[in-house]
């Protein structure tokens, strides 16, 4: 079992930037891709970035340049991050962090950003 805990979420203005983390613990030592999502109102959630255990990284093409994503593997906790730069209000959603381990997907409760001025 893997436990995931978000935090860093929060309210900012346009063009500002926020860094979301999330704390994985548990049987973690197995954990091979772990990432980000968001969900919009009204959309469906979709893929921000993922992360591989050799960390390869994915980052969707609409946000290279303004997002990064980066893993730190402890022995017994994992924490990713998500550093988010130049905000638009299109960027406004519920961030979940996702883990996955063999065939099993565990997620976040998630973690809310909104952009507005």
């Known amino acids: 079992q893997v436990q995931l805990v978000e935090s860093g979420g929060g309210l900012v203005q346009p063009g500002g930037s926020l860094r979301l983390s999330c704390a994985a613990s548990?049987?973690?030592?197995?954990?091979?891709?772990m990432g980000w999502y968001r969900q919009a109102p009204g959309k469906q959630r979709e893929l921000v970035a993922d992360?591989?255990?050799?960390?390869?990284?994915?980052?969707a093409d609409s946000l290279k340049g303004r997002f990064t994503i980066s893993r730190d593997n402890a022995k017994n906790t994992v924490l990713l991050s998500l550093r988010m730069n130049s905000l638009g209000t299109e960027d406004t959603a519920v961030y979940y962090c996702?883990?996955?381990?063999?065939?099993?997907?565990?997620w976040g409760q998630g973690t809310q950003v909104t952009v507005s001025s």
């Open positions: 996702n883990a996955e381990q063999y065939s099993k997907t565990y």
């Open positions: 548990g049987s973690v030592r197995s954990i091979n891709v």
């Open positions: 992360i591989d255990s050799d960390g390869s990284t994915y980052l």
